[in-house]
């Protein structure tokens, strides 16, 4: 068995320990213009020259300088860029509360979207108003296609939340770049960013005719609802009708803690491909409802995210996954995968209970069973937790949708531990660990060799274990992390199967 490495990382101690002296040069008004809007503009030098400014003309000097650089037609009277900053700060303080809001700061950093429309799930999200944004490529940037950014109301406040649970962030910590907060995932969907092109202004405007001003910018009107093909097929299972096989479709769910006190959900739907397709017409899609009606929705197609080798996929399942923030309680999961070549889809339907990790006691995440495992778990602060797709802390995985594995592969596992309790001597966690493996037999699940005892002082766990010893069958495998300074256990639970 191999254990990935422990790192602990202490982030920002220093800055946190200098800040209030550095701060204290600034004026009032100083420290209100550097944690507004422009706070999204800031690269993380500019910050910490701006902390170390004595008297009001060199803080007026740095705005000067901080806006020209930015100008890009210095060969104009004005600013076009400061302007059409200062116009979609407007713009979005009136239309959408705020520039702090989610729409505010997506409508502030990357202006109005090429298309938007206005409950584009219509009847499926029945808990409150949504919005999707599409937006073409953003000069500067690697994107495989136009990308979109969706956005939901659940409780009819006015206020737009991302759906997939994700928040645009508060102003960039010293040490980072306000690019690698707006720019990277899980911030903005689908970019990969070119840090090195963020000094120009993204989409920079065309220079204004003489003697004309600059016009304030506006959101396209949305276009009419249409209706949803995945929802038509989740209909079918809500009614319950027979789930449909014409495609070779298997599925898997994890349930992870969240920062808005209900749970990150991540389902991940795959369609199995015997030969390498480049351009897939294969669209996922996934509903939840809950016994009292609840219902959440990835059925746009948008709401899944591709994993990033699916073009090189050759005998094997296309992989896609999507994630959203969802109360705790039991649901039924519905989904599957249709072709919009020739709408022949797969579909699935199962009980699925979603986890409350919010009660402060000690508890597992779901365990993830991966195909791939890079980066190093043990960077997971054992708390909530920010996720892109098939990316959780400082892993990216890769899972296994059916759960199934040759004797060649290797087991990888992935999962969370929460609210433990830190040795106070030596500010850290101390973990003894159980891997229990039961095999399948008459029914029964019976206990199949020697528990595997780990110790670990990381909230974040990552492990991979060969498989050419075991014998073919289905296998359940039990995870019990028992937290010493509590003395408190915790389990979670997963299957696979061995196959030649």
Known sequence: MRKYCVVVLLLFLGTVLAGPLAMAKLSKEAKEWMNG??????????????KKLEGEEAVEQFKKDFW???????????????????GWVAFADKNFRSWRSDRGRVFVLLGPPQ????????????????????????????????????????????????????DLGSPPPDGVDACDIVFTDPKIIGLEPLPEDFEAVPDAPAAPAAGTAPTAPQVPAAPPTVSSASAAYVDRLVAGEDPLADLNVAHSAYCFKDDKGTTLVIINVGVFTAEKIEAPGFV????????????????????????????????????????????????QLYGGVYNKGDNKAGTFNEKFKVSDFHAGAFALSSIVVADELKGDPTRMAGGNISAK?????????????????????????????????KNV???????????????EKDGR???????????????????????ATLRNGKYKLVVAATDMMSETTAKSTTFFELVD
């Open 445 to 467: 699940y019976r206990p199949y060799g020697k528990p595997i005892m780990v110790e670990s002082d990381s909230p974040g766990q990552g492990y991979s274990i060969p498989l």
């Open 115 to 166: 298309e938007r429309s206005d409950n584009p799930l219509g009847a499926d999200i029945s808990q409150g108003a949504s919005e999707l944004w599409i937006y073409a490529s953003i000069k500067g940037q690697r994107t495989r296609s136009n990308y979109s950014i969706f956005f939901y109301d659940q409780d009819n406040s006015g206020d737009h939340d991302l759906w997939v649970g994700q």
């Open 284 to 331: 996922p899609f996934a509903r939840l409802v809950s016994a009292g009606g609840e219902t959440f929705s990835f059925e746009s197609e948008a709401s899944f995210s591709p994993w990033k080798k699916n073009d090189t996929i050759e005998d094997g399942f296309l992989v896609y996954q999507a994630q959203g923030s969802v109360p705790p309680g039991e649901y």
């Open 425 to 439: 001597e030596t500010d850290q966690y101390i973990f003894q660990i159980q891997y229990k493996f039961y095999f």
């Open 37 to 50: 809007p422009v706070r999204y503009l800031m690269s993380k030098d500019e910050r910490k020259v701006f």
């Open 389 to 421: 797709p098939f990316t959780l802390g400082g892993t990216t995985i890769l899972p296994n949708v059916d759960h199934v594995y040759t004797k060649k592969q290797e087991l990888s596992v992935f999962f969370q531990a929460y609210d433990g309790t």
């Open 68 to 86: 020209d650089k930015r100008d890009p037609f210095p060969e104009t009277e004005v600013n076009e860029f400061k302007i059409r900053f200062e």
